[in-house]
Every structure is written in C-alpha cells, then in structure tokens.
C-alpha cells in the first residue's frame, strides 16, 4: 500500500534560518513520483518539485533543496536562509501505477521576522 | 492558458441538502480528480474521471458522485450533507496516463 509520513506536524523558525522538512513514503511499486506542494492561506496547491523514482539526484532550486534517498525511502525538503514568504503548509505526495496521489499530512511552516 | 478553474469559490450549506461543485481543467488535460481536504489534514482522493466515466474511486461514500462532460469538466455532488463533510474540495486535472497535476484553488464548503 501507498503511504506518505510527514512526521513534523508544524515547524517555527526565525527568518534567515535554514529548515527541513521530512518525508517518508512506503510503495511496492518500482515505478513512482514523489512531489512537494505548497499550500498558502489562499488554498491553491502550489506545485514546487517532482522526482521519479529512477532519478536519485539531488536538485537545487534557489534557496529551495531536496535529497531524494531510496535507501531510506526519505524525501526531504530544505529551504535555506528562510523567509517570512515562505510560510505555508508543506505537502508530500507520490504518485505510482494508481494513476492518483497520495498526500502526506502536510508541515506547517511558519518562519518568524 | 488557464490552469484549473474551480466554482464556487465559497459555499455554505444547511445539513442534509445537496451539492454541486464544478471544475474546468487546463487547457490539453482530460483527466479530472476530485480531493478533499478537511481542516489541518492532508488531501484525500475522492474519485478520477477520464473519458466520462469514474475510473478510480477512493474511500467515500456514495453519497459522493460525480460526472465528467464531452468538454472535459467536472461536477462533484454530494447529497445529504452531514457537518463532517465541511472542507476545503480541490479539483486536479492531468493527462489520462500522465503524472503531472495541476491543482485549482478549491471549494470552500461549510455544512451547517
């Protein structure tokens, strides 16, 4: 069965300090997509990575990092010298072979001034 | 190009009536997926429409239908409202084999 586990229920940092997120995800498929959404006060999802689960590269964006590790079924998310903008709930997804996603229990960030 | 288009915005219900909530995919997308999402909880599937027809349905009751028209949209309804089902209702659209969704920003539904 599919399972995304996002252990840290809410986050409080100071801006300008460097925070992770966690993620875990069980499947049996070989196959498989793993997201990270933002989600604002307005609702709207916002999409900000996807990896698939043959490609184990790190990737930077900006301030925004994350280390995907099969090993450890982890897909962690890494926002460095946070800002005030980025708080917002925190979603990891996957998506396999049932062609829908499965959303963990989201992180709420909140970064203070 | 418009993304995902989703109506309306707010809702607020008496318990025990019904509901319709619509959804307009992105341009190109054909496959429509319908979330709910309670307060402080992750999304939860509802069902995927593709080709007018329910392909894949996840743990809610029947009181819970949809249906999916020639041009692609949506409606979700939901009948006989109960107070639990008080949330926010996003509508994701994709292509039918592919991984990328693109989320609208929701229905707000309070049942009172």
């Known amino acids: 069965a599919q399972k995304v586990t996002q252990a840290q229920t809410e986050i409080s940092v100071v801006e300008k300090e460097d925070v992770t997120l966690d993620c875990v995800y069980e499947t049996r498929d070989t196959t498989y997509y793993l997201f990270w959404y933002k989600q604002p006060p307005s609702g709207e999802l916002v999409f900000l990575i996807r990896?698939?689960?043959?490609?184990?590269q790190n990737e930077i964006s900006g301030r925004y990092s994350w280390n995907f590790q099969k090993s450890t079924s982890s897909f962690n998310f890494t926002i460095t010298a946070s800002q005030v903008v980025d708080s917002a709930v925190y979603f990891c997804a996957q998506y396999s072979s049932a062609s829908k996603i499965i959303f963990g229990s989201g992180t709420r960030l909140s970064i203070r001034p | 190009d418009a993304g995902v288009t989703q109506s309306p915005t707010h809702l607020i219900k008496t318990r025990g009536q019904q509901v319709t909530l619509r959804c307009s995919p992105k341009s190109g997308h054909d496959t429509v997926s319908w979330y709910q999402q309670a307060l402080g909880q992750g999304p939860q599937f509802i069902f995927q429409?593709?080709?007018?027809?329910?392909?894949q349905r996840g743990n809610f009751p029947d009181r819970f239908s949809g249906h999916q028209f020639p041009n692609y949209s949506s409606e979700l309804n939901v009948n006989a409202l109960l107070l639990g089902d008080s949330a926010l209702y996003l509508c994701?659209?994709?292509?039918?084999?592919?991984?990328?969704?693109?989320f609208g920003s929701g229905t707000r539904l309070t049942v009172v």
């Open positions: 429409y593709y080709e007018e027809e329910e392909r």
């Open positions: 994701a659209s994709s292509l039918a084999y592919g991984d990328g969704y693109t």
């Open positions: 990896r698939n689960s043959f490609d184990e």
